[in-house]
């Protein structure tokens, strides 16, 4: 159970990461099934709206034809029967008649087969015709017509008739029927296609477009008639309808790019999954940052516990000592000067150990809360080495270590430093080298000039860091977490506080480490200018 519990707790990032991923893509493989239906309703839809749209069209034509046919040839019987045609030459007059190529009347009251006069609506009268295609259209129109007035029969309720076998003359008429239902005349007009085509159609088409086409601009959706015959083309024409009054040779076709049934379906759905996906990723990336930020935070507070641990062995081993080397000389278990002289050495080496760990402990204090002041002034930092060596010998003495001080075959250029600050890192990676120096007793401190600074090195032949744990060791709390190195006790502070005074001094602090074969720290200061000299100021 407690193998569960930390198997958990190290891999929380992944099972949170997990335990969000596995609904959402659960959520995505749902909408992509929903958005899959909604296409295929969509495509069905937009091919009705297509429908629907060349459907008002057709009948918007029709409505137009019939009205405009009843306004033009509705004429009392009494025109016919009085002879008063000249009445119905006078409403054309008054009310000229848009879209119309002839408009005409057969009387069939004074001639036995029918008197054909057409309209000259520039004289303003009416004339026989002579012989013409024109002519012969109206004659064929009216044929049927024609057979039933010369054979009496009765015509009952007689409606708008149209007449559209031969293309080029496509004739409206109205037969005009007398009290007892016998046929007495017809009014009739030849519609001129051009004019439909160019004027009529379009009309009707942009006032029927936004009742069923809403979303789509003008400029993108186009009506055009074609030959009711004519072979579909799938890759220009969205929809096609023939049309059913007074044009059945013909048909209607949407040309519509933007429109084309299951175009706006598809582009909708790669719209939504991409939205969809944007969302999924930013949520996850919110996601992931938050189990990071726990998960650094988890970490944080077991390296804090790990350093009250340590900081405690850290505390007691050196008070331990002390309280040791006391007890003997308080009870007199010795009389000799000599080892006295050895108690009190090893007395003031534990307590220096002791001080210098509170004050990497204050110092780091001051550090995180942005308190800790560094005074810089011009100095050499041979001296300023030289004497944190020799006050780590004791120490150094004590746990049986050899320290090689290579000095400078040259003059050292001076440095703007805070020199108790400099003091306390070599200290702190003296330490660092004493702890983690293994069987190996020697450590060795090199003090010479790089470039335009100094560069000063601690170097031991211990057991080395592995090389991914090299980038993580100068961050606060740190402990390498493998092999030998985790077993030497350490604040987790010394390294850190070595990186914060370098980086203060604007230098640069490097490690050079194999498992096994040692470790060699090295600290780069620059060189202080020549023309300053004197107090250069603090910085935090």
Request: aromatic share 8%.
């Amino acid at each position: 159970m407690v193998d569960l519990r930390e198997l958990i707790q190290r891999h929380a990032l992944v099972a949170g990461f997990l335990a969000v991923l596995v609904p959402l893509l659960v959520l995505l493989g749902f909408q992509s099934t929903w958005l899959h239906k909604l296409e295929r309703a969509s495509t069905v839809a937009e091919k009705a709206a297509l429908g629907s749209f060349l459907e008002a069209i057709d009948t918007e034509i029709q409505r137009h034809y019939t009205a405009l046919a009843e306004r033009a040839l509705s004429f009392p019987p009494a025109i016919f029967v009085n002879g008063s045609l000249d009445k119905a030459v006078h409403h054309w007059k008054k009310k000229p008649v848009e879209g119309v190529r002839r408009l005409f009347l057969v009387d069939f009251t004074r001639e036995r087969f029918g008197n054909y006069l057409v309209f000259d609506p520039e004289r303003g009268s009416l004339f026989t015709p002579p012989a013409s295609d024109e002519t012969l259209a109206i004659i064929v129109a009216t044929t049927p017509w024609q057979v039933l007035s010369y054979r009496g029969v009765p015509v009952e309720s007689p409606a708008i008739a149209v007449d559209d076998r031969n293309p080029p003359y496509r004739v409206i008429l109205n037969p005009i029927t007398d009290d007892a239902s016998m046929l007495v005349g017809i009014a009739g007009m030849i519609v001129d296609e051009k004019f439909f085509r160019d004027e009529i159609l379009p009309a009707i088409a942009r006032k029927a477009r936004p009742a069923f086409l809403p979303d789509t601009e003008e400029a993108g959706v186009s009506v055009t008639l074609r030959e009711a015959r004519s072979a579909a083309d799938p890759e220009e024409r969205a929809a096609t309808r023939p049309l059913s009054f007074l044009f059945s040779d013909l048909k209607l076709c949407v040309n519509a790019p933007d429109f084309a049934p299951g175009r706006w379906a598809k582009a909708s759905f790669a719209f939504n999954m991409s939205l969809s996906a944007v969302l999924a990723a930013f949520l996850l990336g919110g996601v992931l940052l938050a189990l990071r930020t726990a998960n650094r935070a988890m970490k944080l507070s077991e390296m804090k516990s790990e350093f009250v641990s340590n900081i405690s062995h850290e505390l007691r081993t050196p008070l331990a000592s002390i309280r040791m080397f006391a007890e003997l000389l308080r009870l007199g278990k010795t009389s000799s000067t000599e080892k006295v002289r050895e108690y009190g050495d090893y007395i003031d080496a534990e307590s220096r150990r002791l001080s210098q760990l509170i004050d990497n402990i204050l110092d780091f204090s001051r550090i995180e809360s942005g308190r800790k002041v560094y005074r810089f002034v011009r100095g050499d930092l041979l001296e300023v080495v030289q004497g944190a060596v020799l006050g780590f010998e004791v120490r150094l003495r004590h746990d049986g270590f050899a320290v090689r001080f290579q000095t400078p075959g040259e003059a050292l250029p001076d440095v703007e430093m805070d020199k108790d600050a400099v003091s306390q890192a070599l200290h702190n990676l003296l330490d660092n080298a004493v702890k983690y120096s293994g069987a190996s007793k020697e450590i060795a401190v090199r003090l010479a000039p790089d470039g335009d600074g100094v560069r000063l090195s601690v170097e031991d032949h211990g057991i080395g860091i592995p090389r991914p744990e090299q980038d993580k060791i100068f961050d606060r709390f740190h402990r390498v977490g493998t092999g030998l190195v985790h077993d030497v006790k350490g604040s987790g502070l010394g390294l850190s506080i070595v990186h914060h005074i370098v980086k203060a001094h604007r230098g640069r602090v490097a490690v050079e480490s194999e498992p096994g074969k040692g470790s060699a720290f090295s600290i780069w200061l620059p060189a202080a200018p020549p023309d300053r000299g004197g107090a250069a100021g603090g910085i935090a």
